[in-house]
Nanobody, 127 residues
Framework: EVQLVESGGGLVQAGGSLRLSCAAS????????IAWFRQVSGKEREGVSY????????DYADSVKGRFTIPSNNAKNTVYLQMNNLQTEDTALYSC????????????????????WGRGAQVTISS
């Protein structure tokens, strides 16, 4: 059974950092693409970053480039989202999703591409 579990959310001041974790089970990271999305109540889910460990590729939304990175640890079967210089507009529920199809490439920000999701971790940035 494919399962994703996020952790690491919390409340930080603007300019601070957080690291989210997405622990995967039921598959190995090299099998599929994993992405981080975020959603604010009343708005659509937004793609933040993705990683394909098999292809060795990552990408980021323009809004987080230079501030966020998406490292992974294959031994722990976990993908992280390292978030630095956080701003109030980064406040959202962050979720990880897994795309169990072929290489998604430039389609990675499309939520419909992903087959399974974690429950999410709330990130709140105070000014």
């Amino acid at each position: 059974e494919v399962q994703l579990v996020e952790s690491g959310g919390g409340l930080v001041q603007a300019g601070g950092s957080l690291r989210l974790s997405c622990a995967a089970s039921g598959f190995t990271l090299d099998d599929y693409t994993i992405a981080w999305f975020r959603q604010v109540s009343g708005k659509e889910r937004e793609g933040v970053s993705y990683i394909s460990t098999r292809e060795g590729t990552t990408d980021y939304a323009d809004s987080v480039k230079g501030r966020f990175t998406i490292p992974s640890n294959n031994a722990k079967n976990t993908v992280y989202l390292q978030m630095n210089n956080l701003q109030t507009e980064d406040t959202a529920l962050y979720s990880c999703g897994v795309h169990r199809g072929g290489y998604g490439g430039s389609r990675w920000p499309l939520p419909g591409l992903y087959n399974d999701w974690g429950r999410g971790a709330q990130v709140t940035i105070s000014s």
